[in-house]
């Protein structure tokens, strides 16, 4: 389809939910462009789970590398933006240019879309505010002390924000992605 998708990642960054986008993208004709704190090879990472774990093991991913610097991004070149989950978000909702770079994606009206800890940079952004997403179950807390209302669905749509639970949720969550990127087309056309 020829549109532009900025993802988001960084060392940490979970990599099925990295790799799985930048192929999904290309599979439709989009152009997927990795933006991280600094242009290099990325060491990504898997999250899973496994029995007598109260939470999830980690494990070393494959290697990506990113195409830009956050702070080299020029939202109008974009079409959307995707904030990819991992550890990754941790130290990535505390980068002021980032922070920026999303606002300015939701002030133009941009596509923004988020999986799994992604969320947790749209909250430190601002963006949750009286808006219900999904994420991670253990981020729940984040959403609603950023003003937001947490659902428990695989994937959500509220105004121009789309967010997914976790790479288990891949199928609902690039169905939503796709049908309001195919919408913006068809608008377009």
């Not at 991913?61 to 989950?85: F, H, K």
């Not at 002390?145 to 609902?172: C, F, K, L």
Request: hydrophobic share 40%; charged share 25%; aromatic share 10%.
């Amino acid at each position: 389809m020829n549109r532009k998708i900025l993802l988001v990642t960084g060392d940490g960054g979970e990599s099925y939910e990295t790799l799985y986008a930048v192929h999904r993208f290309q599979e439709e004709g989009d152009t997927a462009v990795i933006a991280a704190p600094s242009k290099r090879r990325l060491h990504l990472v898997m999250h899973d789970f496994e029995a007598g774990w109260d939470t999830y093991v980690e494990r070393p991913g494959y290697c990506l590398d990113s195409d830009l610097t956050i702070e080299q991004v020029v939202v109008d070149d974009y079409d959307a933006i995707l904030l990819l989950g991992g550890r990754a978000p941790e130290y990535l909702r505390n980068n002021a240019a980032l922070l920026e770079v999303i606002r300015e994606f939701d002030r133009q009206g941009k596509w923004v879309f988020a999986i799994c800890h992604g969320i947790q940079i749209l909250v430190t952004a601002g963006l949750a505010k009286d808006r219900k997403l999904t994420a991670y179950e253990h981020v729940r807390t984040e959403i609603e002390m950023g003003g937001g209302m947490y659902s428990t669905e695989q994937a959500i749509r509220d105004g121009n924000i789309v967010t997914g639970q976790t790479w288990q949720s891949h199928p609902e969550f690039y169905r939503e992605v796709f049908s309001c990127l195919n919408k913006a087309k068809l608008i377009e056309q």
